[in-house]
């Protein structure tokens, strides 16, 4: 048994060196949207594109008002705000009417949502929605639950011309105050930095030629995103057929981003940031709502790939229960 808990402890090891390796080479190239700031301020007088900022919400009166008090605080000198009312049953509508938007409100536009269709869920047909009404030239998906600094929209917009980006993910500062979110959110962070070839993205990007050898499928599953601020240019949103081609994907963000990638060979290109100085964004209040967010977002996050599936999850135990046994010793021995 002890040879047993010492293989078992050095298979521990090895995979928290190699998620440690993964990170700092993460990191490396996971820049900040805070970095071009400067360069945003520099530019102020030059012509900027109009940028649709598309808001989905429903029954969200509990967090509604900081995000749109935000949004329209925006320094970007060119933007439209778009918030699709779906069907709340809350104050979220009226929250908004107080704010100033209204159906009639060119650059505050509240818009009620239609009936969902069959074959949708309800958040990719409120986006689609959204899009349908856009005149932007970019288009910025955010949740309700985010808030922006007023220097975020024009930061996302530098650093996505300077990468030449179709698609860039911002992952804002995840907000935590009960014991549940404090315990489970972090997970996200670490599945994405730890666990996703960030920086194998960013060099096949660099070096075309070995990217045009790599098949459509293979780069697919290189691709993700964070659905907390997705900033399209609007072209490759319709090219890769916006929400519509991912219209009963529960987790909308990774599949977004996954389509992009899949076209990197075509010239299209996905970054993926560090927005936490800029976006935060608090996604749950109470544990029901991380159960209930963690246990339906999960699986599917991984669509058909089972087997990579059961290899993370038997990681993420494996690693958390040696840090569960050594917590239990340390009780043990008080």
């Not at 429903?58 to 009312?85: F, T």
């Not at 958040?123 to 009404?133: E, I, R, Y």
């Not at 911002?170 to 009960?178: G, Q, S, V």
């Amino acid at each position: 048994m002890s040879g047993f808990i010492l293989a078992y402890h050095c298979v521990v090891i090895a995979l928290l060196l190699a998620a440690l390796a993964m990170l700092a080479v993460n990191l490396r190239c996971f820049a900040s949207l805070n970095n071009v700031q400067q360069t945003v301020s520099a530019k102020a007088a030059d012509p900027s594109p109009l940028v649709s900022v598309l808001v989905p919400a429903r029954n969200e009166a509990k967090r509604i008002a900081p995000c749109v008090r935000s949004l329209l605080a925006q320094d970007y000198p060119r933007l439209e705000l778009l918030v699709l009312n779906d069907h709340s049953e809350d104050e979220t509508e009226s929250i908004l009417r107080r704010l100033g938007l209204g159906e009639h409100n060119p650059a505050r536009r509240l818009i009620q949502g239609a009936a969902l269709p069959p074959g949708w869920t309800g958040k990719n047909w409120a986006c689609h929605q959204l899009a349908q009404q856009a005149r932007g030239a970019w288009l910025l998906f955010t949740d309700a639950d985010t808030e922006h600094a007023p220097g975020a929209l024009a930061s996302a917009q530098a650093h996505a011309q300077a990468a030449r980006a179709d698609l860039l993910s911002a992952w804002p500062r995840l907000m935590t105050k009960t014991w549940s979110e404090r315990l489970i959110i972090p997970v996200i962070h670490i599945l994405a930095v730890a666990f996703y070839p960030h920086a194998l993205l960013a060099w096949l990007q660099r070096h075309p030629e070995r990217l045009r050898r790599c098949p459509p499928s293979a780069l697919r599953a290189l691709g993700g995103a964070n659905g907390q601020f997705l900033f399209f240019k609007k072209t490759a949103y319709d090219a890769i057929g916006g929400h519509a081609a991912v219209r009963a994907h529960l987790v909308e963000d990774v599949a977004l981003g996954r389509e992009i990638a899949a076209r990197l060979g075509e010239g299209m290109r996905l970054v993926n940031c560090d927005g936490s100085r800029l976006v935060e964004c608090r996604m749950y209040l109470r544990f029901g709502e991380v159960w209930e967010g963690f246990t339906k977002n999960i699986r599917p996050a991984f669509e058909d790939a089972i087997a990579v599936w059961w290899i993370i999850g038997a990681l993420q135990l494996c690693l958390c229960g040696c840090r569960a046994s050594a917590v239990s010793r340390r009780w043990k021995s008080r």
